[in-house]
């Protein structure tokens, strides 16, 4: 098939993750037009222009506006800011392009609606990084549930703990203000959980929640940031959103869930994962492990045993990258499969993986735990209207 035009806007280390996905792409997959990287946008002086070099992209911008002019652009990978997901979005969308876009899109579910309304308007494909469902153990984890070999989903436990900002001096970026990152922990780690808890067991039919801020006090960084830097010294500015979230989850089918999230939680480091009761079966996965599930599942029910198995062949996309069972994969692989599903949403007209609709939904969602630490009470969700 014949090359593809992409574009990255926003040139962080998200930004680096999507540009290396496009480079291996073709490694994996030859279903799909092969991705060539034409053009990336940065507003920081001198990172799309080192970008460019290392990547091999022909053109260079400071201003996101002159990439969507290009023509021979056809998909563009948002990955700015939270605050400028909305503008942006929709404006790839108004240009005529294909848009895959970080989650949360946007500071609130509003943002995130419009995005995927402008989509639905122009036809075009989309797709969402919610990257820890392309884990071929998650899609593993899914099948179990999908044939009922757990039985009735009785309850669940999803967990994203980390210690990205645990340091006090961890610098007072956009993540940490509200008018720039909206939700703290929320959209950051919590929407990847409520996607997982969507993904695997259904929709969320209500929510009880508290949320805390540990750390009220961050060091104002000299200049431009990227990843979780610290700051040293200097002005210290008031932490807007929230460290800490836990959350109760009714799901439709009646099952019961708890999502918990930090992004303060010392000594843990990417601490992802899931651990899933039926009626006759259990299963867990650890990102941290995440070639590995633990299952246990039979007759037994009382007293049933649980042991490791290892993902390989016919799990998910794993056969897109090794041969045999327990070879390991990594984070990286998980945003090559997103840009494949991308690429193949494109290719085939019909939505592959996560859409700008999953963003929605987990947005409201958020929303929901939001208007529950508010009122103290249960919230549902607003129903998501294609």
């Not at 920081?44 to 290009?70: H, I, N, S």
């Not at 044939?147 to 900002?165: M, P, Q, V």
């Not at 009470?377 to 607003?382: G, I, L, M, R």
Request: net charge negative; charged share 20%; aromatic share 8%.
């Amino acid at each position: 098939m014949t090359n593809f035009g992409v574009g990255i806007i926003g040139f962080g280390w998200m930004g680096r993750v999507h540009a290396q996905a496009y480079a291996r792409l073709r490694h994996h997959y030859t279903d799909v037009p092969a991705p060539e990287l034409v053009a990336i946008a940065d507003d920081v002086p001198g990172r799309a222009t080192e970008a460019a070099q290392q990547f091999g992209a022909a053109t260079a911008y400071t201003e996101w506006k002159t990439l969507l002019d290009d023509p021979a652009i056809c998909a563009v990978s948002v990955t700015a800011p939270n605050f400028l997901h909305r503008e942006i979005g929709t404006a790839v969308i108004d240009a005529g392009k294909h848009l895959w876009i970080e989650k949360p899109v946007g500071l609130a579910a509003a943002d995130a609606l419009a995005v995927a309304q402008a989509a639905a308007r122009r036809g075009v494909q989309t797709a969402v990084g919610f990257n820890y469902r392309n884990a071929p153990a998650v899609a593993a984890a899914r099948a179990l549930i999908a044939e009922g070999a757990l039985g009735n989903i009785t309850h669940a436990r999803f967990y994203f703990l980390s210690d990205y900002a645990a340091h006090p001096d961890g610098a007072l970026s956009w993540r940490f203000q509200r008018a720039r990152g909206g939700n703290g922990v929320l959209g950051d780690l919590a929407s990847h959980a409520v996607d997982l808890v969507r993904h695997l067991l259904g929709e969320v039919g209500a929510v009880v929640a508290d949320t805390a801020t540990f750390i009220t006090q961050r060091p104002e960084p000299a200049g431009a940031t990227a990843g979780h830097q610290r700051a040293g010294g200097g002005q210290r500015g008031g932490v807007e959103n929230e460290d800490y979230v836990f959350a109760q989850l009714r799901l439709t089918s009646g099952a019961r869930c708890a999502v918990e999230a930090s992004r303060v939680a010392v000594g843990e480091q990417n601490a992802y994962g899931f651990e899933i009761h039926g009626t006759t079966g259990f299963v867990a996965w650890d990102f941290r492990r995440i070639g590995e599930l633990r299952v246990g599942h039979g007759s037994a029910v009382q007293d049933q045993s649980v042991s490791t198995r290892f993902v390989g062949p016919g799990d998910g996309e794993y056969a897109a990258f090794q041969p045999g069972s327990a070879m390991a994969m990594g984070y990286d692989e998980l945003k090559v499969i997103e840009a494949h599903r991308f690429l193949a949403s494109i290719a085939t007209g019909s939505p592959v993986g996560a859409t700008i609709w999953d963003a929605v939904a987990a947005a409201q969602i958020i929303e929901a735990i939001t208007e529950s630490v508010r009122t103290g009470s249960w919230v549902a969700p607003d129903p998501v209207r294609y």
